[in-house]
């Protein structure tokens, strides 16, 4: 199964990089996870809206009919780790590929957001994108380490 991370914003700093490489490194390769940058369309020039709407045009324009689609959201379901590990394990028994999406600075366009077949939440509180990219890969290797019975999670 490839899963993609699908965010809008700039070059991130060097241990974002770092931090999302070293965990999509340790995922097995039946289950590869890749992020996918797509440019913040300029606010200087468009209103919001449509510079939003750009963006979740160039979003969708990575999607594939098969994928399943997960919005992170503020707004979304906000779930245990045991309960991700179950949600990959569902996904993997579909054989569907999975896109995470990672809205810009004002968030995912309408359109992004009905696509999403789910919408997920990593916490309430509020993170700089980049970590964001960053603890969301950590949380799909755990989620693979729980699967497989792998010594990483010890909650």
């Not at 590869?32 to 969708?60: D, F, M, W, Y």
């Not at 379901?77 to 309960?83: D, E, G, K």
């Not at 077949?117 to 993170?127: G, H, I, N």
Request: glycine share 6%; charged share 25%; net charge positive.
């Amino acid at each position: 199964m490839k899963m993609r991370v699908i965010a809008v914003g700039q070059r991130p700093p060097a241990w974002v990089e770092a931090g999302f490489d070293d965990y999509a490194r340790r995922l097995p390769r039946e289950l590869s996870l890749r992020l996918i940058e797509i440019p913040v369309a300029s606010r200087r020039a468009l209103p919001v809206e449509r510079a939003r709407r750009q963006e979740g045009e160039r979003i969708c324009a990575e999607l594939t009919a098969r994928d399943w689609v997960i919005a992170l959201d503020v707004e979304g379901r906000v779930q245990s780790t045991a309960a991700l590990a179950n949600r990959l394990a569902h996904w993997l028994e579909q054989g569907r590929d999975v896109a995470f999406l990672i809205g810009g600075p004002d968030g995912l366009d309408p359109v992004c957001m009905a696509r999403a077949d789910e919408r997920l939440s990593l916490s309430a509180l509020t993170f700089p994108h980049g970590l964001v990219r960053v603890m969301l890969a950590e949380q799909v290797y755990r989620a693979w380490t729980i699967r497989s019975g792998h010594p990483y999670h010890r909650a």
